[in-house]
């Protein structure tokens, strides 16, 4: 099974940038896909974006042209681009595979955008 750990979070005012990093742990070589999600308190947490193993990227509604996911294979590392942030873009963000296929996550990382 593989495990996650998230990195890269921080405050940023409205319309910075910040870059996550998420290190993989573990057998990758049957997982079709990667994902960034994020949660906010009391909420599910959501898709936000997604890779697959071949390199193609699909974006949720409310990050597309803002955030850009990527992954260096040979490092086992994902990460999430994250420009023009907005307030409502404040979470915890995480890493895991696609489509989910438990409910074992990492620590995340916390993500705070001021206005």
């Known amino acids: 099974q593989v495990q996650f750990v998230e990195s890269g979070g921080g405050l940023v005012q409205a319309g910075g940038s910040l870059r996550l990093s998420c290190a993989a742990f573990g057998s990758t070589s049957n997982i079709i896909a990667f994902g960034w999600y994020r949660q906010t308190p009391g909420n599910e947490r959501e898709l936000v974006a997604r890779?697959?193993?071949?390199?193609?990227?699909t974006y949720e509604d409310f990050v597309q042209g803002r955030f850009t996911i990527s992954r260096d294979y040979l490092k086992s590392t994902m990460y999430l681009q994250m420009n023009s942030l907005k307030p409502e873009d404040t979470a915890v963000y995480y890493c895991?595979?696609?489509?989910?296929?438990?409910?074992?996550w990492g620590p995340g990382t916390q993500v705070t955008v001021s206005s």
């Open positions: 890779i697959s193993r071949g390199g193609s990227t």
């Open positions: 895991n595979v696609w489509p989910l296929s438990g409910d074992d």
